[in-house]
């Protein structure tokens, strides 16, 4: 098949067909008898040669290549960090915290595009960017008629012949560029390849892709270099594309414009999988449209993000074209994702490595990860200076392995070069490749008896900690976690006098049904009663709903049925008010003379309609109602109507049962005696 549209495209008389490039550069030469069908058959088998090297992708242990044609999407670049003024450590937090990504303003730019502006164009990324992917694809652009989805003004542009070579083949060659060149038209059996490559040299008519700097090994690094601009003066005419990992590049190519690789943004993240689940199978059964709606899910933000790296969108797609579903378990998940990046990537690239120190193996690298992650989550740093993570691992090392860190700077590049764990943000300013990468390594930290006690007792109220909670959750058993959780709640209920007073007034007037999910709904439900009609002062009925979320969302986590048959209209309202006490005596809640309450809340008078009233006038009459529809169900002292901050402790209490029953729901098992004790819990002694 790729033979026929190869063939298909070089018999076009379009100024793109390679043959008659290929035909017009050796026409140059002036030697007579060179047969014209023998320059077909080479040009066709050149690429073939392209096509079956560079035309496919099989990443992470897939079992079969994938046509690189059928699943690329463009990607774009934004100018390189060194090159951007006034960052400093405070925007960037700022910046941050507000959108959860690392770029600034949106200044990315189509890379098809500045390739087709910039002769000598130098690609810069993270490791899994798609650097490679996008070199491959120009050179496809390059030497076929391919129609882009996108744009035709997306498409490469310039009539030239691709020709990509791996620096990192100079490990077992020699450098020489053109020598490498030559090799490529000699093995397609093109006739006087030595001479039509120096024409076509001299013309510009050839596309040199050299792809991964950072790939050469150190000792030859400086004659390489060296190498690649004296042929890029020599030979100025060509047209030049470069790429190099982020951290390796020192501006050593100073005729190259720089750009760097931008992080998927969601468009591109849906082409992607879009294009990778293309077959007819897939697109019967939906498998695309179920992945994205899986990903952009807000509980499932912390996937999405590391999705924006073309290289663990790839490991997404794989995970769910396995079971069609994503792991209940999220830290088997990011693990996994972790030990791609720490070990598995930088095998199949065959990255030169030089040993660091022999005894920091993957495992003890994550172990010393973890540390520098928990301590700068827990100083609540995503941004840090490069000194603070040399001197992080420098504890490390000397601590754990007792030994002498002499090396501190070459473990760091080794992190962020070849694995990119670590990114440099701004200069000297580093922080992990993605948020969810530091907060998985926060929660293996944590992950010991001693230390998750200390962690729930400092941080279970903290939304920030939210997710690390969460990991923790499933990296082992989740049934002592969860104990724990729940033992320090039932003793932050008995310090805290308005979750008691809760306490002590269900426990008086609810009897016991016996269905634990059901009998802890009832009490939550009653709660969030207080909550909704709490006194409307100056925040509102907007903040009186945002204040009984936390008890809405604690029901349906407890028992969804239960959920579904008590949704409330938004205000309260003499209908509304005996509606609920007729209800609530379904319960055989201990009502005495409910006849009396319900006569005296039909007797309050409405002077003026309620959307005329003014806020003062709708509080006073809100409490008209609330006072019998209190006294009824024997709300004790005042409990309704608070201020608004004295609810705090029991919004916490809420919120904590809330990630108590999320964590559950994370965990690879939780039995079911423990389940029953967490929910017997809520709001009960």
Known sequence: MIKEEFENTTISESAKSLFQLAWSIISKLGKKGVDRIKVQKAISSYAENYLKRHGQVKVLGMSEPVPLLDIYTSVKIVSPLYLVKEQNIQNLESSFRQTREHFGPDNRKSAVGIANEIKQLNILGAPGSGKSTFLKRIGLEAMLEIENNDSKKERYIHDCIPVLIELKRFKNEKIDIKAL???????????????????????????????????????????????????????????????????????????????????????????????????????????????????????????LEIARTPLLLAFLCLTFDESQRFPSNRSSLYRRALLILVEKWAAEKRIHNDDIYQDLTSEIEIEMLSEMAAKFFLEDKRFFFQTEVKQSIKTFLESSLN???????????????????LVQRAPEIYSFSHLTIQEYLTAHYYNSPTKVTKLIEEHLFDQTWREVFLLLAGMSNADDLMVLMVEFLKDFAKKNIIIKECIDWIESILPVSGRIEIDASRRIFLVSLILRFKRYDNHGYGSAIRLESYAIELIDLVNRTFFNSVKMKGNINKEQAIQLLHFLTTWDLKIEDIDSYIKEIRSIVLDTPQHKMLHGSRSKYHKKILGPFYSAIKVPNDLGFRKRNNYEPLLKYLEAYCLVIYCKDSALRVSKGIWNRTIESILSY
């Open 403 to 421: 030994v002498r860190a002499t090396q501190i700077s070459k473990i760091l590049e080794a992190i962020e070069i070849q694995q990119g764990i």
């Open 181 to 303: 060149i030559q090799k490529e038209f000699e093995i397609a059996g093109f006739p006087e390849s030595e001479a039509f490559v120096k024409n076509a040299l001299k013309n510009g008519k050839l596309l040199i892709l050299l792809d991964g700097l950072d790939e050469v090994p150190q000792n030859i690094l400086a004659e390489t270099i060296e190498h690649i601009k004296d042929f890029t003066d020599t030979f100025d005419k060509n047209r030049f594309i470069t790429s190099c990992r982020t951290a390796f590049y020192k501006t050593y190519l100073k005729g190259f414009s720089d750009y760097e690789i931008a992080s998927f943004d969601d468009i591109q993240i849906q082409k992607f999988i879009n294009n990778w689940f293309r077959l007819e199978q897939d697109r019967l059964a939906g498998t695309a449209e179920r992945l994205i709606k899986l990903l952009f899910d807000k509980s499932n933000a912390p996937s």
